[in-house]
C-alpha cells in the first residue's frame, strides 16, 4: 500500500524554524518526483516546492522562496520541507504530495497533512 | 503566474442532478497539465480527473473532465450523496497553480 507519512508540524513563533519530514512507503521513492501543498485554515490548496527524483532540482513558490528548502533521502525514503523565518501566513496544513511522473502530470497521492501553526 | 478562476464558488444540488463545474485560466494552458481533485472536510485532496479528461484509478465513470485552452469543465452525471464536497481545478503548465475552489453542497 502507498502510504506519505508527515511529521514534524507543531507550534512555532513568528521568525523561527521548523522541519517537516514526510516517510514514505509502498513505491519506489527514488523514481519519482515530490512535493508539498499547502491549506491554510478554511482556504484552498497552494503549492509550495517541488523536487526531482534524483534530488537535483529544485523549485519554490514565491511566497516560500529565500525562507523554505526542500530536500530529500533516497536511501531513507524520506522528503524533507526546512521552513525558516516563518510568518503568520505559513500557519498551514502542509501535505506531502507524489507526482505521477515528471512534466505533465498530476499529484497522484497525498499524505494526511501535518499541522504548522505560527503564532507567538 | 497562471490564474485559475473556478465557477460557481458554491453550488446547491441534489442527489440525482447533474453537477456542472468550470475553471477558467488566465491564459492558455496544455490540457494535458489540467487535473481536477476532490476534498472532503478533514481529508487530504484526491485526484479525480487529470490531463482534462482522464479519470484517475477507481473513479467513477459519472465524473467526466472536457475543455482546453482556458476553459475547463468537470461534470459530475449523477450525484451521489458521498460526491458533495470541495472540487479543484490545478494545472501544472507553468509552475503550480489551484484554482480557489467549488463547494458542492446537498441542496
Known amino acids: 500500500e502507498v502510504q506519505l507519512l508527515e511529521s514534524g508540524g507543531g507550534l512555532v513563533q513568528p521568525g523561527g524554524s521548523l522541519g517537516l519530514s514526510c516517510a514514505v512507503s509502498?513505491?519506489?521513492?527514488?523514481?519519482?518526483?515530490m512535493s508539498w501543498v499547502r491549506q491554510a485554515p478554511g482556504k484552498g490548496l497552494e503549492w509550495v516546492s517541488i523536487?526531482?527524483?534524483?534530488?537535483?532540482?529544485?523549485y519554490y513558490a514565491d511566497s516560500v522562496k529565500g525562507r523554505f528548502t526542500i530536500s530529500r533521502d533516497n536511501s531513507k525514503n524520506t522528503l524533507y520541507l526546512q521552513m525558516n523565518s516563518l510568518r503568520a501566513e505559513d500557519t498551514a496544513v502542509y501535505y506531502c504530495?507524489?507526482?505521477?511522473?515528471?512534466?505533465?502530470?498530476?499529484?497522484?497521492?497525498w499524505g494526511q497533512g501535518t499541522t504548522v501553526t505560527v503564532s507567538s | 503566474e497562471i490564474v485559475l478562476t473556478q465557477s460557481p464558488g458554491t453550488l446547491s444540488l441534489s442527489s440525482g442532478e447533474r453537477a456542472t463545474l468550470s475553471c477558467r485560466a488566465s491564459?492558455?494552458?496544455?490540457?494535458?497539465?489540467l487535473a481536477w481533485y476532490q476534498q472532503k472536510p478533514g481529508q487530504a485532496p484526491r485526484l479525480l480527473i487529470y490531463?482534462?479528461?482522464s479519470r484517475a484509478t477507481g473513479i467513477p465513470d459519472r465524473f467526466s473532465g472536457s475543455g482546453s485552452g482556458t476553459d475547463f469543465t468537470l461534470t459530475i452525471s449523477r450525484l451521489e450523496p458521498e460526491d458533495f464536497a470541495v472540487y479543484y481545478c490545478?494545472?501544472?503548465?507553468?509552475?503550480?497553480?489551484f484554482g480557489q475552489g467549488t463547494r458542492l453542497e446537498i441542496k
Open positions: 504530495v507524489k507526482k505521477v511522473s515528471s512534466g505533465y502530470a498530476p499529484f497522484d497521492v
Open positions: 509502498g513505491f519506489s521513492f527514488s523514481s519519482y518526483v
Open positions: 523536487i526531482s527524483a534524483s534530488g537535483g532540482t529544485t
Open positions: 491564459q492558455s494552458v496544455s490540457s494535458s497539465s
Open positions: 490531463g482534462a479528461s
Open positions: 490545478q494545472q501544472c503548465d507553468t509552475s503550480y497553480t
